[in-house]
């Protein structure tokens, strides 16, 4: 089954870039910087930041449906994000390389459907099974220890 892996529009975070930190505490948003190799994921790059890079960590809406399930989190935004991530047919290492990754299924209404957990190694299997379901209409990867919201995966 084809799919897309997409990550969040550049364009929505771009006006908090450079900021400073007071502007950006007056918005609810902390800039900070990555001290390791992976824990630091670019909701819109869908790449883990580098050491030293600076990411904004701010609360995303990222299930604006109007249901039970609307629904917002923590996520990081790299102040270097050049462009929105968009994987076909593939997954992005920042999501396979996670221990435990957790599957939400929607339908069309913002409903869900369905879930799963998978680690990141065995992901691919449970994306295609939830997209199977005539049901879904996409799903919200998040990962699985903190909650956050991960990326959004679509039928290709």
Wanted: proline share 8%.
């Amino acid at each position: 089954m084809s799919y897309v892996v997409s990550g969040l529009p550049l364009e929505e975070f771009r006006p908090l870039f450079g900021l400073s930190d007071a502007d950006l505490a007056e918005r609810g948003v902390l800039r900070c910087t990555a001290d390791a190799p992976v824990g630091f994921p670019c909701r819109v790059s869908l790449a883990d930041a580098r050491p030293g890079e600076t990411l904004l960590l701010l609360n995303y809406e990222h299930q604006a449906a109007d249901t039970p399930y609307r629904s917002r989190h923590a996520i990081f935004v790299g102040e270097a994000a050049t462009e929105t991530a968009r994987y076909v047919d593939a997954l992005p290492p920042v999501l396979t390389v996670r221990p435990m990754i957790s599957l939400r299924a929607f339908d069309a209404a913002g409903m869900m459907v369905d879930a799963a957990l998978a680690p990141g190694a065995e992901l691919e299997p449970a994306v295609e099974r939830l997209l199977a379901r005539p049901d879904t209409a996409y799903l919200h990867a998040h990962n699985a220890g903190r909650g956050c919201y991960a990326a959004r995966i679509d039928r290709g």
